[in-house]
């Protein structure tokens, strides 16, 4: 499809384990964000890569959480150790270069810690 | 810390009336976008306002951006069922391409036959 691409659409983990969230952004998007979006909530900026960096990482909650997009294009989202407090949708957006385009998001990945 | 501060944050209105949303922010920036959100749905870019008195208009929506009073509206006219959806406006903190956008709680409108 043309848009931004996220799997899983729903996970449920249990407390204490480890999972990943992929995202497949729209092609030849160079830039690529991940947002996350608690229940009645806006979202929250999490971290952004230009290419295959992380050009900014300041929303990353804590150590716990690290992202990487190793050939420019998917990214995976990986949070170790997961907590209850973790449980929200997980976002991805992707955007072309250039200072006045919108990010376009994907439809998300619930995620529930138990 | 930068707040963005819509409202309002509920709003239900007759088919076929005008409204306006507000969004105010705290600190500069001339890049604003407004969103919409269906229910169990990802977000939709609806506007992208990127300077000091940028106007635009999609159908029944219209948006506009002072950004010298830190303040964007989203005016809905002779609104429609279709409309009811939530509205987040999300103010630009990043530098050159990166969309590090801060968002408001969002407005969840519902529109009434």
């Known amino acids: 499809g043309a848009g931004v691409s996220q799997t899983p659409s729903n996970k449920v983990t249990e407390k204490g384990k480890y999972v990943e969230l992929r995202c497949d952004p729209i092609?030849?998007?160079?830039?690529l964000y991940w947002y996350r979006q608690s229940l009645g909530q806006g979202p929250e900026f999490l971290i952004y890569?230009?290419?295959?960096?992380?050009?900014?990482d300041s929303g990353l909650p804590n150590d716990r959480f690290f992202a990487v997009r190793p050939e420019g294009s998917v990214s995976t989202l990986k949070i170790q150790r997961t907590e209850r407090g973790d449980s929200a949708v997980y976002l991805c957006?992707?955007?072309?270069?250039?200072?006045?385009?919108?990010?376009?998001f994907g439809q998300g990945t619930r995620l529930t810690v138990v | 810390e930068l707040k963005v501060e819509q409202n309002p944050l509920f709003l239900s209105m007759q088919e076929g009336k005008n409204y306006t949303i507000y969004c105010n922010y705290s600190?500069?920036?001339?890049?604003l976008y407004w969103y919409r959100q269906d229910p169990g749905k990802s977000l939709e870019s609806l506007f992208v306002?990127?300077?000091n008195g940028a106007v635009k208009q999609e159908g029944r929506l219209m948006a506009s951006l002072d950004t010298k009073a830190r303040l964007s509206t989203l005016h809905i006219t002779a609104a429609v069922h279709d409309l009811s959806a939530t509205y987040f406006c999300?103010?630009?903190?990043?530098?050159?391409?990166?969309?590090?956008?801060?968002w408001g709680l969002g407005t969840s409108l519902a529109v009434n036959p």
């Open positions: 092609s030849g998007h160079t830039a």
């Open positions: 957006a992707s955007s072309s270069q250039g200072v006045s385009t919108e990010a376009f």
């Open positions: 890569f230009q290419g295959t960096g992380a050009a900014d």
């Open positions: 999300a103010v630009d903190l990043g530098a050159g391409n990166n969309r590090k956008l801060i």
């Open positions: 306002l990127l300077s």
């Open positions: 600190t500069t920036s001339d890049r």
